[in-house]
């Protein structure tokens, strides 16, 4: 509807075209302004008249249109009321023609990489990690659905001189039984040792440059303990994977370029953009106001920059990426600036297609999560807290529902995944575990609970063919549930151009408000055959649209709760 009242405006007003105006339809706050709303103040300058004339003179222009029961002109603003029967029959038939509704074919032909979650290999997954993943993973839900094919890629922090750190660690302090027993948290315990003693004994710096020196020459004892130290980081990464229930296409991490990192030396020095400072080779950035960005270093080992440079090369060469997205926190914002503009330095003119993609911080209502030692907090023991407290509201509020287990882990995960993406991205995300598992709050387990609703409307009423008899869903609820179908592929395009999967987490709670209220308001299971299977079709229209909603933000939905 507001693309054809927009293609309507546009035949009037030579001087915007569609794609201008389309942003500027309101949605006035009372259905009796009307169901879309166009300002007119701007056209003012144009066409140097007053807006509620102009406003006149469009209604004037317009006059009878087949969609429309009255376009109405109120002071500067041009009113449009639907033709309610022909609204619910064009967006019904839209829905039912489009086996993908909501998404496009924009992207056919088009890849797009992610790179994102990407936690470093001896350390813990940490709740920043879980905020890169679950918006990663929603982008690329996101941008599949536009048609894009999208390369998942986790790169993962597996390469650098920490690792030699960790080596003369464990070689001093480690024992194979305890890494075995108690994985990352015995590798992190011996990596804090190290810098306790590196305090009081320099030598042990050096010992550990040396052995990160021989990881890049490729010695073997060297390169076993640190596969060693990889798998099992790993093999909890991808535990943590699971319970979220999402995978990825590549785990090539840092070290997966370390022999590709002398082509960027190579190329950056033929194209004479590297320069010698303190024995570091850098390229200048003073002329775009940042500080250079270091390539090698003195001893000619490379740094997180330089394996950068050399994974875009790689990316833009093996997927020919219409775009790269980099979802990490904002403090890496400088690091990506430098990188993005030495390859644009470089001569590629893709650079403006490398997009960072930052997010803010977690913070934990204290006291509220527990975690295994001292601050250290693993995402893993958030989302098991999280599940296992579902599993006693579910045993308390409802014992008897099938699949318990898997129920709290969809509700459990539903609820983090939610409260992550309810606001923009680069907002800060609080654990409130009171809040996050509210059922009747802002939350996902309300949304998934209308889902579990809605099925559950379905199961009593059967599951009817489709079959409307559209004059019948012309009342308030049904018309506002129908204007919230009817904005689904609007809302997931405009969060796949503004990177915000938030807008999709608040289109499901607003598609849900719509639908409790017609739940209400409208009594399904009518003996009259016509209003029931009308209705019934606007429930299962709309299940499904909560469920497609939540499934692009990762999140799955129960059929009982
Ligand atoms: N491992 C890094 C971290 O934990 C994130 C890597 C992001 N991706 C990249 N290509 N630099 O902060």
Known sequence: MKNKIADLLSQ???????????PLLEIPPKSDMGDFAFPCFRLAKIYHKAPPMIAQDLVNAIGQQPFLSEVKAV??????????????????????????YGG???????????????????????????RTTIIGNSLYKIYSKLGYHVERINHLGDWGTQFGKLIVAYKKWGSKEAVEEKGIQEL?????????????????????????????????????????????????????????????????????????????VKVLTDKGLLVESEGA??????????????VAKKDGSSIYATRDLAAILYRKATYDFDRCLYVTG?????????????????????????????????????????????????????????????????NEKNPDIPDKEETARRIGIGAIIFNDLYNQRIKDVIFDWDKLL???????PYVQYTYARASSVLRKTGDLPYQFNYDLLTDDASMDLLKEIDRYPSVVKEAA???????????????????????????????????????VGLVKITRELIRDSLGLLGIECPEQM
């Open 12 to 22: 009037q007003i030579s001087e915007l075209n569609k794609e201008e105006i389309l």
């Open 75 to 100: 002071g500067g603003f041009l009113n449009f009321y639907v033709n309610k029967e022909q609204f619910a029959h064009q967006i019904i038939e839209k829905f039912m023609t489009d086996d993908n």
């Open 104 to 130: 496009s074919a924009e992207g056919d032909g088009k890849t797009v990489c992610i790179d994102y979650s990407s936690p470093n290999v001896a350390k813990n997954f940490h709740v920043g990690h879980l």
């Open 188 to 264: 992190m315990d011996i990596y804090v040792k190290f810098h306790e003693e590196a305090e009081k004994d320099d030598s042990l710096n050096d010992e550990a440059r040396a052995w990160f020196a021989r990881m890049e020459q490729g010695n073997e004892e060297a390169l076993e303990i640190w596969e060693w130290f990889k798998d099992i980081s790993l093999q909890e990464f991808i535990r943590v994977y699971k319970i979220l229930g999402m995978s990825f296409d590549h785990y090539t991490g840092e070290s997966f370029y370390r022999d590709k990192t002398e082509n960027v």
């Open 281 to 294: 080779l850098v390229v200048r950035l003073d002329d775009y106001d940042m500080p250079p960005c270091i």
């Open 330 to 394: 904002l403090e890496q914002k400088l690091h990506f600036a430098q990188v993005f503009k030495v390859i644009e330095l470089m001569g590629n003119d893709y650079a403006n297609n490398l997009i960072h993609i930052p997010y803010g911080l977690v913070s934990l209502k204290d006291g509220k999560i527990s975690s295994r030692k001292g601050n250290v907090i693993f995402a893993e023991d958030i989302l098991k807290e999280s599940i296992n407290k579902t599993l006693s509201i579910i």
């Open 438 to 444: 509210n059922f009747d709050g802002e939350t996902g």
């Open 497 to 535: 151009d503004r990177y915000e999967p938030f807008l999709i987490a608040r289109y499901s709670m607003d598609l849900s408000h719509a639908f409790n209220r017609f739940y209400r308001e409208c009594q399904i299971n009518v003996d009259d055959e016509q209003l029931r299977t009308s209705r």
